[in-house]
């Protein structure tokens, strides 16, 4: 499977490098799936749906399914967070997997930076981290992408893994 990575701090626009990479990329022929790593409990059903009552009443897994679309939700309960690859194990088929976060998982990434955060760059201290994307000019001896290049940055990330 190939994967590819987008991280950085927190409001670097990672998650808007992400959305807009996977429709170019679709928009390329090309089937993409994502992961989002989150660090916080992340609620994805609301109080008063049915499956958020099944998880409530203690279901371990609960899959939700209609004509359009299902999810399956699993409750850790206490249990470790799993690593990423069995998750990735969970996905179907698919040309790529964008991950977004995860920054120190073995796969390769692209970092996204604006100076605003005042955050420090962290591919000097992060050998996964292949590119960086950018709000101004950096010196750094990896290729560097303006955040807005999505184009570009798909044509890299598509010679990195092959496609």
């Known amino acids: 499977m190939r994967v590819y ?13 992400t959305e807009r990479l996977v429709a170019e990329l679709v928009g390329q022929g090309l089937r993409i799936s994502t ?3 989150a660090h916080h409990a992340t609620e994805i059903d609301h109080p008063g749906r049915d499956s958020h009552r ?31 690859a069995d998750l990735l194990a969970h ?32 591919a000097p201290q992060n050998a996964t981290i292949r590119a960086i994307a950018s709000d ?10 303006d955040l807005n290049d ?5 044509a890299f990330i598509r010679a990195e893994v092959g496609l």
Request: aromatic residues 6%; contains cysteine.
């Open 91 to 122: 996905l179907d088929p698919c040309d790529l997997v964008l991950i977004e976060g995860y920054k120190s998982a073995p796969h390769p990434k692209i970092e996204t930076w604006r100076k605003a955060t005042g955050r420090d760059l962290l």
């Open 136 to 145: 101004g000019p950096l010196k750094t001896a990896l290729p560097c992408f």
């Open 54 to 84: 099944h998880r409530m009443a203690g279901a371990a897994q609960v899959i939700v399914a209609s004509p359009v679309r299902w999810a399956l939700m699993t409750e850790l309960r206490g249990a470790e967070e799993p690593p990423l």
């Open 150 to 154: 999505v184009a570009g940055i798909a």
């Open 5 to 17: 990575g987008v991280t950085g701090w927190k409001n670097t626009g990672k998650t808007t490098l």
């Open 35 to 37: 992961v989002k790593h």
